[in-house]
């Protein structure tokens, strides 16, 4: 098990921790930063001042516990739906790829894709506001049309590593789907 | 290729035996389903598998041995379960095996002809079996596809849970039973079964024939000639209650039927509208005890007269404002004063019609209430539907105006192209040129003049009332929007995906436990449940109503030509 430090495409560190469980079965895990204490306390700072302006013009308490009210319920929301603390790809030979991602609050939201479904593993360029950035992604396979794509699935959106991490994410990857190819026919079915 | 082993968590503890199950040779990959103990008879195993596989139409065979011993491993046995792989010859034949407490099997094939000397890499995969039981799988795969073997190639785990789901009758036997087998399964230790599940059973029977009976008389009633008569039956077709009490017939004879459900997405429609109906009831009978108490429908029926008497009188005013000078625009005196005595007259025919039925309106309404134990939905009709009464003459008023309105700009469109010299063809669907007389050119032009002149004052009524008719559309819709949503909402299966979510799967997940070097790996699958959105879309309820297919555009065009608008359609009715 090792862990590697790179850099985000937003500048911001991520680690990619690497785990080998077997011969035909890896854990790739991306980490992104943390949720900071100065961005949390400035966001809180703010919407408090803001509210007990309000509450000077006003005069009314409503105002106040409504801020607090809605601090709360916000920092709430954020750290279940939108925090992404962590992204992991394991790759089973001859099972398929499971994608999670795990949220700030410890939600984890899981989608495994069948081996005969995976096409390819790749990285594509794209277009992102200013920038052409890289990203990973899952080629599914079309099933009527044995050359066509029938569906894109991109890895690691929110914490988005540079191009070196994609490297190593991708190198381990093809090793595993390698296997398959080269896999001798055991049955005359396929 | 790599072997994978579903081995199923409950029969971790079990003792020492043979492993039954399904070989599935194009993935390579083996679902346990049980273990047979010794000692046993191979011809008397043999026997129950070939009967087992007559039943549930699954290829259960002997796959392999499972060795769980308490002291060292024994030589002899181990020679014992190799010669059990003659027995029921199988290839490969497995043999799993752990030692004392050790979390870490050892697990091995048995190739009888291999080709490659080297040893496949093993995967051992535990689930939970009484989970992938139950669980049905999103997006099912088509039964119907599913005869040529690509099928099976397709999707590994729909063959798996398609596998455990279909061997219920290997989990009916438990360690109680006197067999010659015994079988270590998750029900071994004693079937499960619910009393009320099953007292539910036996009473559901005559409490479906009864339905069906009283719903077959009632369907005669309906379909009797006396509610066929020209104004009944139009009347039947415009108000809403009706179709909302049609529509939950339907549902009713849809649960009452005798027939089993055949697959799993009929039995939770079945639940759903069993359970919406409950619900739309128990609610129901809510609001009428609500409303019964403290006389609160007495009060309501005082308040409605003086309402209706509020609206006459706002119009009134409304249509005072437009014939004199609304808004600064000065308007044709003559047409002006025609129309807003034409519509005054309306409303006060109306409010003499209201006035007479004055007396009546508390008993009627008392009798009306009594209607929403049939359910909160009809009770929002009958709501819906007294907006609609209520509001007739700005209904009449909207025709009157619209038709007025259209006539004057097809007239005006007309005239237009005579003024230009032009001509619209019927035949050929296009405009043309066209010689006129004088004298035609002269009435034409007159007219056009008197009518564009008068285009003002049309207008400012037609707009007038077009919006007020679109706030009470925009009203009754927010009913409608209401009553489709408490139809069509699963609740059975929102419920089923809180309490119990691994009955809706929309995949798996697998775990990786602890490893050892030199051990197989070790995976455990669990059941990754379908989304609250994902469960609402797949199981919705068809609704009776659809939703305006015009776009905005189209509207804009119809109300800037007079058109007349009909923006909620119910499925069934002609299109105007």
Redesign the interface.
């Known amino acids: 098990m090792e862990e590697r430090r790179y850099r985000a495409v937003s500048g911001a560190s991520v680690a990619l921790r690497c785990r080998q469980?077997?011969?035909?079965?890896r854990?790739l895990a991306v980490r992104g930063p943390r949720l900071q204490l100065r961005s949390l306390t400035a966001v809180t700072s703010a919407v408090w001042l803001a509210a007990y302006g309000l509450f000077v013009l006003s005069e009314n308490c409503m105002v106040l516990s409504a801020a607090i009210f809605i601090t709360l319920i916000g920092l709430i929301v954020y750290l279940h739906f939108v925090k992404i603390d962590q992204e992991s790809l394991?790759v089973?030979?001859?099972?398929g790829i499971?994608v999670?991602s795990s949220y700030a609050s410890g939600k984890e939201s899981?989608?495994?894709i069948?081996m005969?479904q995976v096409k390819d593993v790749v990285i594509n360029e794209a277009i992102h506001m200013q920038k052409v950035i890289y990203y990973l992604c899952i080629l599914l396979q079309d099933?009527q049309d044995p050359q066509g794509v029938s569906e894109v699935v991109p890895l690691f959106q929110s914490s988005k590593p540079r191009l070196d991490c994609l490297m190593e994410v991708y190198k381990s990857c093809q090793e595993i789907l390698e296997q398959r190819k080269t896999?001798?026919q055991?049955?005359g079915?396929? | 290729?790599?072997l994978?082993v579903f081995f199923p968590s409950c029969c971790s503890s079990a003792e020492s035996g043979i492993l039954i199950g399904r070989w599935i040779?194009?993935q390579?990959s083996a679902v346990i389903l049980a273990v047979v103990h010794f000692p046993f008879i191979p011809v008397q195993v043999k026997q129950y598998l070939s009967e087992v596989q007559q039943v549930t139409k699954i290829k259960v065979s002997v796959l392999g041995s499972w060795s769980n011993s308490k002291q060292e491993k024994e030589e002899s046995l181990s020679k014992f379960l190799e010669d059990l792989g003659t027995i029921f010859s199988h290839k490969p034949w497995i043999q799993i095996s752990k030692e004392r407490d050790s979390k870490f099997w050892s697990c091995s094939t048995l190739q009888k002809q291999s080709?490659?000397p080297k040893e496949e890499?093993i995967?051992l995969?535990y689930y939970d079996q009484r989970k992938v039981m139950l669980s049905y799988l999103h997006p099912p795969v088509d039964i119907a596809t599913s005869t040529d073997?690509k099928a099976d190639?397709?999707?590994?785990?729909a063959a798996m849970f398609n596998t455990v789901a279909n061997s219920k009758i290997l989990f009916m036997t438990d360690r109680y039973d006197d067999g010659p087998i015994k079988l270590t399964h998750w029900q071994s230790d004693g079937v499960e079964a619910s009393i009320i599940v099953e007292l539910m059973k036996q009473a559901s029977v005559p409490a479906c024939m009864l339905l069906t009976f009283l719903l077959s008389l009632t369907s005669v009633i309906c379909k009797s000639r006396m509610l066929k008569f020209w104004p009944l039956s139009f009347l039947w077709s415009k108000l809403s209650t009706c179709e909302q009490l049609g529509h939950r017939l339907q549902h009713l004879q849809v649960i009452s039927s005798n027939k089993k459900a055949q697959n799993q997405i009929q039995l939770m429609r079945k639940a759903n509208i069993f359970v919406s109906l409950l619900i739309d009831v128990a609610l129901g009978i809510l609001l009428m005890s609500w409303l019964y108490r403290k006389n609160r429908i007495g009060h309501l029926a005082d308040t409605l007269i003086p309402v209706a008497d509020h609206i006459a009188k706002e119009l009134q005013d409304l249509l005072q404002w437009l014939m004199g000078a609304p808004a600064g625009l000065k308007m044709n005196r003559a047409l002006d004063q025609v129309l807003g005595r034409f519509f005054l007259y309306h409303i006060h025919l109306w409010i003499s019609y209201i006035h007479l039925m004055s007396p009546f309106i508390e008993m009627i309404l008392w009798y009306v209430g009594l209607s929403a134990c049939l359910g909160l939905t009809v009770a929002l009709c009958i709501l819906s539907d007294i907006i609609a009464l209520l509001t007739f003459h700005i209904y009449c008023f909207y025709v009157y105006g619209a038709r007025l309105y259209c006539l004057k700009i097809y007239g005006l469109s007309s005239l237009w192209r005579l003024f230009r010299g032009k001509k619209w063809n019927v035949l050929r669907q296009r405009v043309d040129s066209c010689s006129y007389d004088l004298d035609q050119l002269f009435i034409g032009t007159l007219l056009f003049t008197i009518l564009l002149f008068l285009l003002p004052t049309t207008a400012l009524y037609y707009l007038v009332f077009t919006l007020l008719r679109l706030l009470v559309v925009v009203v009754q819709g927010l009913i409608h929007l209401l009553v489709d949503l408490i139809d069509s909402l699963p609740l059975y299966s929102i419920i089923l995906r809180l309490c119990r979510p691994y009955r809706l799967a929309a995949?798996?997940?697998?775990r990786?436990l602890e490893?050892k070097h030199g051990k197989p790996?070790r995976?455990l699958m669990q059941i990754?449940p379908l989304s609250y959105g994902s469960v609402v879309q797949t199981y919705r309820l068809p609704t009776y109503s659809c939703y305006p297919k015009d776009s905005w555009t189209s509207l804009c065009k119809k109300l800037f030509f007079g058109e007349l608008i009909y923006p909620w359609k119910h499925k069934g009715e002609k299109q105007d």
């Open positions: 469980h077997s011969a035909s079965c854990e394991l089973i030979g001859s099972l499971q999670t899981t989608t495994f069948e005969s099933p896999a001798p055991s049955s079915i396929k | 290729m790599v994978k040779s194009e390579n080709n490659s890499e995967i995969v073997c190639d397709a999707s590994k785990l995949g798996v997940k697998f990786v490893q790996l995976l990754n």
